[in-house]
Protein backbone atom coordinates (compact mmCIF):
# COMPACT_ATOMS: atom_id res chain seq x y z
CA UNK A 1 0.00 0.00 0.00
CA UNK A 2 1.15 3.66 -0.83
CA UNK A 3 2.28 5.66 1.84
CA UNK A 4 1.24 8.85 2.68
CA UNK A 5 3.99 11.32 1.57
CA UNK A 6 5.07 13.56 4.47
CA UNK A 7 7.25 16.16 2.97
CA UNK A 8 7.12 17.97 -0.12
CA UNK A 9 10.88 18.74 -1.57
CA UNK A 10 10.64 22.07 -3.38
CA UNK A 11 13.86 23.52 -3.58
CA UNK A 12 16.82 20.73 -3.31
CA UNK A 13 18.12 22.92 -0.05
CA UNK A 14 15.10 20.97 1.81
CA UNK A 15 16.44 17.89 0.99
CA UNK A 16 19.64 18.27 3.95
CA UNK A 17 17.46 19.50 6.40
CA UNK A 18 15.26 16.40 6.79
CA UNK A 19 15.88 13.01 7.78
CA UNK A 20 14.32 10.69 4.96
CA UNK A 21 13.48 7.37 7.48
CA UNK A 22 12.01 10.07 10.09
CA UNK A 23 8.60 9.40 10.62
CA UNK A 24 5.81 12.07 12.98
CA UNK A 25 5.17 10.88 15.80
CA UNK A 26 2.02 12.11 17.75
CA UNK A 27 3.21 12.56 21.16
CA UNK A 28 -0.11 13.82 22.85
CA UNK A 29 -3.97 13.95 21.78
CA UNK A 30 -6.38 15.46 24.09
CA UNK A 31 -5.89 19.49 23.59
CA UNK A 32 -8.44 21.56 21.97
CA UNK A 33 -5.77 24.38 20.57
CA UNK A 34 -2.09 23.31 21.18
CA UNK A 35 -0.09 26.32 21.21
CA UNK A 36 3.60 28.08 22.62
CA UNK A 37 5.65 24.92 23.09
CA UNK A 38 8.92 25.76 24.31
CA UNK A 39 11.78 23.15 25.26
CA UNK A 40 13.44 23.44 28.22
CA UNK A 41 17.09 21.89 27.88
CA UNK A 42 17.76 21.67 31.47
CA UNK A 43 14.93 19.68 32.25
CA UNK A 44 14.95 17.94 29.14
CA UNK A 45 11.23 18.55 28.77
CA UNK A 46 8.55 20.23 26.79
CA UNK A 47 5.64 22.72 27.98
CA UNK A 48 3.20 23.78 25.66
CA UNK A 49 -0.33 25.50 26.35
CA UNK A 50 -3.78 23.99 25.73
CA UNK A 51 -5.27 27.21 25.33
CA UNK A 52 -9.18 26.26 25.53
CA UNK A 53 -8.58 24.16 28.20
CA UNK A 54 -6.99 26.72 30.55
CA UNK A 55 -3.91 24.67 31.00
CA UNK A 56 -0.15 24.16 30.54
CA UNK A 57 0.90 20.61 29.92
CA UNK A 58 4.23 19.21 29.92
CA UNK A 59 5.79 16.52 27.78
CA UNK A 60 9.03 14.46 28.83
CA UNK A 61 10.46 11.32 26.95
CA UNK A 62 10.59 9.05 30.49
CA UNK A 63 7.25 10.56 32.16
CA UNK A 64 5.03 11.31 28.66
CA UNK A 65 2.68 14.55 29.31
CA UNK A 66 1.50 15.34 32.93
CA UNK A 67 -0.76 18.82 33.62
CA UNK A 68 2.48 21.35 34.14
CA UNK A 69 -0.10 24.50 35.36
CA UNK A 70 -3.97 24.61 35.59
CA UNK A 71 -5.66 27.33 35.08
CA UNK A 72 -3.35 28.72 32.85
CA UNK A 73 -5.23 32.31 32.51
CA UNK A 74 -5.83 31.08 29.11
CA UNK A 75 -2.05 31.27 28.34
CA UNK A 76 -0.96 31.40 24.34
CA UNK A 77 3.26 31.56 23.37
CA UNK A 78 5.86 31.06 25.36
CA UNK A 79 9.85 31.63 25.57
CA UNK A 80 12.73 31.65 28.35
CA UNK A 81 14.72 34.79 28.58
CA UNK A 82 18.90 34.65 29.01
CA UNK A 83 18.27 33.15 32.96
CA UNK A 84 16.27 30.55 31.82
CA UNK A 85 13.08 32.12 33.11
CA UNK A 86 9.56 31.31 31.39
CA UNK A 87 8.14 33.93 30.07
CA UNK A 88 4.50 33.31 28.90
CA UNK A 89 1.32 35.39 26.80
CA UNK A 90 -1.67 35.18 28.54
CA UNK A 91 -5.25 35.95 27.05
CA UNK A 92 -7.05 35.93 30.42
CA UNK A 93 -5.37 38.67 31.88
CA UNK A 94 -3.96 40.49 28.99
CA UNK A 95 -0.78 40.51 30.19
CA UNK A 96 2.85 39.05 29.31
CA UNK A 97 4.15 37.57 32.44
CA UNK A 98 7.54 35.97 34.05
CA UNK A 99 7.91 32.76 36.32
CA UNK A 100 10.39 33.64 38.73
CA UNK A 101 12.74 30.74 39.97
CA UNK A 102 11.23 30.17 43.36
CA UNK A 103 7.71 29.38 40.80
CA UNK A 104 5.60 33.30 41.52
CA UNK A 105 4.60 34.45 38.81
CA UNK A 106 5.09 38.53 37.79
CA UNK A 107 3.44 40.66 35.10
CA UNK A 108 5.96 42.61 33.18
CA UNK A 109 3.63 44.01 30.97
CA UNK A 110 -0.28 44.68 31.12
CA UNK A 111 -0.83 48.15 29.45
CA UNK A 112 0.59 50.64 26.58
CA UNK A 113 -0.44 54.34 26.61
CA UNK A 114 -2.48 53.93 29.72
CA UNK A 115 -5.13 51.28 27.63
CA UNK A 116 -4.74 47.57 28.68
CA UNK A 117 -3.01 45.69 26.05
CA UNK A 118 -5.16 43.07 23.22
CA UNK A 119 -4.23 39.82 24.20
CA UNK A 120 -0.57 38.75 23.39
CA UNK A 121 -0.02 36.25 21.67
CA UNK A 122 3.58 35.33 20.72
CA UNK A 123 7.10 35.74 22.38
CA UNK A 124 11.12 35.80 22.13
CA UNK A 125 13.64 37.50 23.89
CA UNK A 126 16.64 38.69 22.29
CA UNK A 127 20.34 38.23 23.55
CA UNK A 128 20.43 41.89 25.34
CA UNK A 129 17.77 41.14 27.54
CA UNK A 130 15.16 42.62 25.45
CA UNK A 131 11.50 40.60 25.22
CA UNK A 132 9.50 41.05 22.49
CA UNK A 133 5.93 39.69 21.61
CA UNK A 134 2.54 40.84 19.00
CA UNK A 135 -0.72 41.93 20.14
CA UNK A 136 -3.48 40.73 17.84
CA UNK A 137 -6.87 40.66 19.46
CA UNK A 138 -7.47 36.89 19.30
CA UNK A 139 -7.79 36.32 23.07
CA UNK A 140 -10.53 38.99 23.79
CA UNK A 141 -12.56 37.57 20.58
CA UNK A 142 -14.99 35.32 22.34
CA UNK A 143 -15.16 33.27 25.72
CA UNK A 144 -13.28 30.69 24.20
CA UNK A 145 -9.36 31.90 24.37
CA UNK A 146 -10.14 34.13 26.94
CA UNK A 147 -12.32 36.98 28.00
CA UNK A 148 -14.34 38.54 25.31
CA UNK A 149 -13.90 42.36 25.77
CA UNK A 150 -13.74 45.63 23.16
CA UNK A 151 -10.21 46.37 22.60
CA UNK A 152 -8.45 49.37 24.12
CA UNK A 153 -5.53 49.83 21.89
CA UNK A 154 -6.11 51.70 18.24
CA UNK A 155 -3.59 48.84 16.47
CA UNK A 156 -2.55 45.56 16.55
CA UNK A 157 1.09 45.98 17.59
CA UNK A 158 4.26 44.56 17.70
CA UNK A 159 5.96 45.40 21.53
CA UNK A 160 9.91 45.59 22.58
CA UNK A 161 10.05 45.27 26.50
CA UNK A 162 13.27 46.14 28.50
CA UNK A 163 12.34 44.39 32.03
CA UNK A 164 14.73 46.20 33.55
CA UNK A 165 12.74 49.67 33.07
CA UNK A 166 9.61 48.46 32.20
CA UNK A 167 9.75 50.84 29.00
CA UNK A 168 7.11 49.39 26.96
CA UNK A 169 7.94 50.81 22.90
CA UNK A 170 5.75 49.80 20.10
CA UNK A 171 8.02 49.03 17.27
CA UNK A 172 5.78 47.95 14.38
CA UNK A 173 1.73 49.34 14.23
CA UNK A 174 0.93 48.34 10.83
CA UNK A 175 0.19 44.86 11.35
CA UNK A 176 -3.69 43.52 10.98
CA UNK A 177 -3.04 40.39 13.17
CA UNK A 178 0.76 40.36 13.89
CA UNK A 179 1.24 36.94 15.69
CA UNK A 180 4.52 34.85 15.59
CA UNK A 181 7.86 36.17 15.45
CA UNK A 182 11.78 35.07 15.14
CA UNK A 183 15.13 36.47 15.03
CA UNK A 184 17.44 35.30 12.54
CA UNK A 185 20.32 33.64 14.31
CA UNK A 186 22.66 36.86 14.30
CA UNK A 187 19.82 38.80 15.81
CA UNK A 188 19.90 41.12 12.29
CA UNK A 189 16.57 40.42 11.13
CA UNK A 190 13.03 39.94 13.37
CA UNK A 191 10.54 37.59 11.54
CA UNK A 192 6.80 38.78 12.09
CA UNK A 193 3.92 37.08 11.27
CA UNK A 194 0.56 38.58 10.09
CA UNK A 195 -2.21 35.78 10.36
CA UNK A 196 -5.67 38.51 9.49
CA UNK A 197 -6.37 35.74 7.05
CA UNK A 198 -7.80 33.75 9.82
CA UNK A 199 -11.20 36.07 9.82
CA UNK A 200 -11.34 37.37 6.32
CA UNK A 201 -9.43 36.34 3.65
CA UNK A 202 -8.62 39.37 1.62
CA UNK A 203 -6.26 40.11 4.83
CA UNK A 204 -2.41 38.90 4.88
CA UNK A 205 -1.63 35.44 5.70
CA UNK A 206 2.30 36.42 5.25
CA UNK A 207 5.46 36.78 6.79
CA UNK A 208 7.07 40.25 7.43
CA UNK A 209 11.28 40.92 7.87
CA UNK A 210 12.68 43.80 9.30
CA UNK A 211 16.09 45.11 10.08
CA UNK A 212 16.48 45.23 13.56
CA UNK A 213 18.51 48.71 14.11
CA UNK A 214 19.53 49.89 17.73
CA UNK A 215 15.60 48.32 19.06
CA UNK A 216 13.76 49.45 16.64
CA UNK A 217 12.38 48.05 13.36
CA UNK A 218 13.41 49.12 9.77
CA UNK A 219 12.93 48.26 6.19
CA UNK A 220 10.21 46.03 6.23
CA UNK A 221 9.31 43.72 3.33
CA UNK A 222 7.10 40.67 2.73
CA UNK A 223 9.52 37.70 3.39
CA UNK A 224 6.70 35.15 2.26
CA UNK A 225 3.75 34.17 1.94
CA UNK A 226 1.81 31.54 3.26
CA UNK A 227 -0.24 29.41 0.50
CA UNK A 228 -2.66 26.81 2.66
CA UNK A 229 -3.90 28.44 5.50
CA UNK A 230 -2.02 31.10 7.78
CA UNK A 231 1.22 31.32 9.70
CA UNK A 232 0.78 31.64 13.62
CA UNK A 233 3.86 30.31 15.38
CA UNK A 234 7.21 30.25 13.85
CA UNK A 235 10.81 29.79 13.96
CA UNK A 236 14.62 29.87 12.68
CA UNK A 237 17.13 27.51 12.80
CA UNK A 238 20.92 28.02 12.51
CA UNK A 239 21.76 28.22 8.79
CA UNK A 240 18.77 30.99 8.66
CA UNK A 241 15.92 29.31 7.19
CA UNK A 242 12.67 30.03 8.76
CA UNK A 243 10.05 26.95 9.58
CA UNK A 244 6.80 27.98 9.87
CA UNK A 245 3.04 26.92 11.16
CA UNK A 246 0.57 26.55 8.18
CA UNK A 247 -2.70 24.68 7.26
CA UNK A 248 -0.93 21.88 5.74
CA UNK A 249 1.70 21.30 7.95
CA UNK A 250 5.03 23.33 8.59
CA UNK A 251 6.72 25.21 5.60
CA UNK A 252 10.12 26.09 5.81
CA UNK A 253 11.59 29.20 3.77
CA UNK A 254 15.64 29.43 2.63
CA UNK A 255 17.12 33.11 4.28
CA UNK A 256 16.18 34.05 1.03
CA UNK A 257 12.43 33.79 1.17
CA UNK A 258 11.79 30.47 -0.74
CA UNK A 259 9.96 28.31 0.32
CA UNK A 260 12.47 25.06 0.14
CA UNK A 261 9.83 22.46 1.31
CA UNK A 262 7.06 21.40 3.75
CA UNK A 263 6.38 18.75 6.22
CA UNK A 264 2.89 17.80 6.36
CA UNK A 265 1.13 17.14 9.57
CA UNK A 266 -3.13 15.59 9.62
CA UNK A 267 -4.04 18.63 11.47
CA UNK A 268 -3.73 22.71 11.34
CA UNK A 269 -0.28 23.41 12.62
CA UNK A 270 -0.35 26.62 15.42
CA UNK A 271 3.25 26.74 16.52
CA UNK A 272 6.46 24.94 16.47
CA UNK A 273 9.92 24.71 18.78
CA UNK A 274 12.97 22.72 18.26
CA UNK A 275 13.83 20.69 20.63
CA UNK A 276 15.51 17.63 22.45
CA UNK A 277 19.13 17.56 24.13
CA UNK A 278 20.72 18.15 20.28
CA UNK A 279 17.33 21.06 19.46
CA UNK A 280 17.31 19.17 16.07
CA UNK A 281 13.96 17.86 16.80
CA UNK A 282 10.73 19.65 15.80
CA UNK A 283 7.93 19.69 18.08
CA UNK A 284 4.72 20.78 16.28
CA UNK A 285 1.19 22.39 18.14
CA UNK A 286 -1.68 21.28 15.85
CA UNK A 287 -4.89 21.87 17.19
CA UNK A 288 -5.41 18.80 19.65
CA UNK A 289 -2.20 17.17 19.20
CA UNK A 290 1.12 17.26 20.05
CA UNK A 291 3.63 16.29 17.37
CA UNK A 292 7.20 15.35 17.07
CA UNK A 293 9.73 14.49 13.91
CA UNK A 294 13.90 14.32 13.92
CA UNK A 295 15.09 16.98 11.19
CA UNK A 296 18.92 17.97 10.90
CA UNK A 297 18.53 21.38 11.14
CA UNK A 298 19.70 22.85 14.76
CA UNK A 299 17.05 25.66 16.28
CA UNK A 300 18.37 28.77 16.74
CA UNK A 301 16.69 30.29 19.88
CA UNK A 302 17.91 29.83 23.39
CA UNK A 303 18.74 28.78 25.81
MG1 LIG B 1 0.17 32.40 17.86
Known sequence: MAREPIYEIDDPRFAHLIVGSARLEELYSGCRWAEGPVWF????????????????????????????????????????????????????????????????????????????????????????????????????LSDYEGYRAEPEQEGRNVYRLDPETGELAAVATDFNQPNGLAFSPDETILYVADSGASHDDALPRHIRAFDVVDGRLANGRVFATIDKGIPDGIRTDTAGNLWSSAGDGVHCFAPDGVRIGKIFVPQTVANLTFGGPRRNRLFIAATTSLYAIYVTATGAQVP
Open 41 to 140: SDANQLVWSDIPNQRMLRWTPEGGVSVFRQPSSFANGHTRDRQGRLISCEHGTRRVTRTEIDGSIRTLAESFDGRRLNSPNDVVVRSDGTIWFTDPTYGI
